[in-house]
């Protein structure tokens, strides 16, 4: 039996590579997993009746794996969807989620937030427009994966989504080498810094839904993560394709997405060298393509967008870039609120 998250993880290399490596995957490192107590032993037995034939050696127990259920993808689901609509509500309105739809539920419960701003959007309404339509619907998914989950629904983590010295959005940017060791990154400062802000988390919530599909079983809620997909793949185009439209008269918009693109890169571990579009090392995808073209829809060279695994989306929300935030860090300082273990603490291997 394959272990769940692996197949994800090969589901998605097999399709963002498809072109350039038909027919061919590379298990690296953990590969496939078995569960259970069945090993292959392999051995050469003699032609003669006199040759014993040999006692195989003794096979280690298997770690334990708790299986992952369709109730552990919805709610690593939802941690990123209060991640996401504390910030946009924030934005909006200068106050987030109601304590109605973040205090109860299983795990460590009572979770705050840290930073988050009103955004001054009077110069730009159309921007403002588009915020307040987006902060409605991740709030609106935050209450529809509750009510789906029921009891089993996590309550909200503790979350950083600061434009502070110290807060998430700096240490991301200064990551992303966007500004200076000594430079802060402030997403509520104007409408053009909401946007990178906000191009930071779609394009991995697009990534991170289409890396959960395959794990759901029940087709009900396979329907509404496709539905939900959907919206934020919505959501990342109206993002993409405002700040191109800026970027063209603000080239420093255009150099910022590709940096945060590389950085998400380095950050989810994906291998270099593999995007078969030309557009970059890479699979993630800032806006700009091949001659300076428009980038709109980051996808593989069959215009598929490609997937994420649960430890690459906790990667990028830990800021994981040397390997020491494991189990916290960046815009989830203490950890995503998973009631499985290995999805709590990003797969780790």
């Known amino acids: 039996m394959i272990d769940p998250i692996k197949a994800v993880e090969i589901l998605a290399a097999a399709d963002a590579r498809r ?4 027919g061919f995957l590379k298990a690296a490192g953990g590969g496939a997993v078995l569960l259970g107590g069945a090993s292959l032993l392999s051995g050469c037995y003699g032609d003669y009746e006199d040759s014993p034939a040999p006692t195989p050696s003794p096979s280690p127990s298997p770690t334990p794996t708790t299986a992952i259920t369709d109730s552990d993808v919805l709610n690593l689901a939802l941690n990123l969807e209060y991640l996401e609509a504390q910030f946009y509500l924030y934005a909006v309105n200068g106050t987030g989620l109601s304590a109605a739809l973040t205090a109860s539920g299983s795990g460590t419960a009572g979770g705050t ?6 955004v001054d959007f009077s ?8 915020a307040r339509e987006i902060a409605a619907d991740e709030a609106a998914h935050v209450a529809f994966l509750r009510a789906a989950l029921g009891s089993a629904a996590v309550a909200m983590p ?6 502070g010295a110290n807060g ?4 991301a940017a200064r990551a992303a080498g966007v500004i200076g060791a000594n430079e802060t990154f402030n997403p509520y400062a104007s409408p053009e810094n909401f946007l990178l802000g906000a191009f930071i988390f779609e394009d991995v919530g697009v990534t991170a839904y289409k890396g959960a599909a395959p794990l759901l079983s029940n087709k009900t809620y396979l329907e509404a993560a496709a539905g939900i997909l959907a919206a934020e793949a919505y959501h990342a185009g109206i993002v993409r394709t405002v700040l191109y439209a800026k970027g063209m008269s603000t080239a420093s918009l255009i150099t910022a997405t590709t940096k945060i693109s590389d950085a998400r890169d380095l950050l989810d571990g994906s291998p270099a060298n593999d995007d078969v579009r030309g557009i970059g090392a890479d699979d993630d995808q800032g806006l700009v393509g091949s001659n300076n073209a428009a980038n709109l829809v980051p996808a593989n060279v069959n215009a598929i967008a490609y997937s994420r695994s649960s430890e690459q989306v906790h990667n990028i929300v830990y800021l994981n870039a040397t390997g020491a935030n494991r189990t916290g860090g960046g815009f989830f300082p203490n950890g995503t609120n998973n009631p499985n273990a290995s999805l709590r603490v990003g797969l780790s291997s």
Do not use: L, M, S
């Open 19 to 22: 072109a350039a490596r038909r």
């Open 123 to 130: 110069n730009d309404r159309a921007v403002g427009a588009y």
């Open 113 to 118: 937030v840290t930073g988050g701003a009103k």
């Open 168 to 171: 998430a959005f700096t240490a």
């Open 158 to 163: 503790n979350i950083n989504i600061d434009g």
